[in-house]
């Protein structure tokens, strides 16, 4: 290395520094069947494979307690984790709870914190094994570990989608970033006359959206029932636009997206027009969703649009073609990702 050079975290952002610092590591194991790079890990075993994934969430970065009620993160913290087995076509069974408290937590709190966490796991059938707690100088830090299970050739991964494949998502995309905007207008409000109470505007969709986000279970249970298999799919965390990107450079394609096609709920659009943003860019760069973006076969076509919650929104092409967005006025742009940044 060389002497004094310093590189900031934030040049190379989240995935650059996973890939700078992971591009050396090697497997050992013959049961490491896929390591860093997609949603989660998978070790394979005589049987099914199993199929693990970690997130940390931070206070004041991931956060923040002033409106979100600590049963609620128990149960996000939960939920996101189990969202990267879901993408994986696997079925989560258990997970490990790791936390880092402050002194300003009481252990009423930190029971309500568990509440949440039971219920998500009660939720999803996943079962708490274990987990350590220690002390943080400064607020909360909660990571956990979710392990999940599926045979081999049923696992889908972010680099197995092809040319001509459809792209599709579930559920509508955007209610978690304009719930986070209605959340943090009412924050600054209080912060500014603590007399006045917060007006969430009957926007409890919105608010659950953000607050406590759903796992798509009920789509891979889908999937397994009906032994259909994805040829790709990722969870829509960091934004649609990001996710896309991701997929399409692990399976080394482009893409053709239909705005006209985009899912977004009259709620998000009626929220995003009150705070004058573009109700297609809370859904292409707000992150949070926890939908699952997959890719099907084009002859697979009828069986997503027989789908109680999914959409077809685009096609992936070869990828001399790029990654674009065909706007509802007819013209083509290049899609940017500009979702959650971590550093």
Not at 116 to 144: E, M, N, P
Not at 277 to 290: C, H, K, M, R, S
Request: hydrophobic residues 40%.
């Amino acid at each position: 290395m060389e002497q004094n050079k310093r590189t900031s975290i934030e040049k190379l952002g989240e995935f650059g520094l996973i890939s700078h610092l992971t591009q050396s590591v090697v497997t050992h194991q013959p049961t490491t069947v896929k390591g860093i790079g997609d949603d989660a890990a998978v070790i394979k075993n005589k049987e099914d494979n199993t199929v693990i994934s970690t997130d940390m969430l931070v206070e004041g970065i991931h956060f923040d307690l002033a409106y979100h009620p600590l049963k609620h993160l128990g149960y996000k913290a939960v939920i996101v984790n189990l969202s990267d087995i879901y993408a994986m076509n696997a079925i989560p069974t258990q997970i490990t709870v790791s936390i880092a408290i402050s002194n300003r937590f009481s252990v009423e709190a930190l029971e309500e914190l568990y509440d949440g966490i039971r219920a998500a796991c009660d939720a999803h059938q996943v079962d708490l094994i274990g987990g350590d707690t220690t002390s943080s100088l400064k607020g909360l830090i909660i990571s956990i570990t979710a392990l999940g299970q599926g045979p081999s050739e049923r696992l889908t991964y972010r680099n197995t989608a092809k040319p001509g494949d459809l792209l599709c998502v579930t559920g509508d995309l955007g209610g978690a970033y304009m719930g986070l905007q209605l959340l943090e207008r009412e924050k600054q409000i209080f912060l500014e006359n603590p007399d006045i109470k917060p007006d969430l505007e009957d926007q409890t969709y919105l608010v659950q959206r953000i607050l406590k986000p759903e796992a798509r279970k009920d789509i891979v249970n889908h999937f397994h029932q009906h032994e259909f298999m994805p040829t790709s799919m990722i969870d829509i965390s960091d934004g649609l636009a990001s996710e896309i990107f991701h997929l399409c450079d692990q399976s080394k394609t482009g893409a053709i997206v239909e705005e006209v096609n985009i899912p977004i709920a009259k709620e998000t659009e009626t929220m995003a027009f009150n705070f004058r943003i573009d109700p297609l860019v809370a859904a292409l760069n707000g992150g949070e969703d926890y939908e699952l973006l997959f890719t099907v076969k084009k002859e697979d076509h009828s069986f997503v649009m027989k789908m109680v919650d999914a959409s077809i929104i685009g096609e992936i092409v070869e990828p001399e073609q790029g990654i674009h967005l065909h706007s509802k006025n007819g013209k083509i742009h290049k899609l940017q990702a500009q979702g959650w940044k971590h550093f």
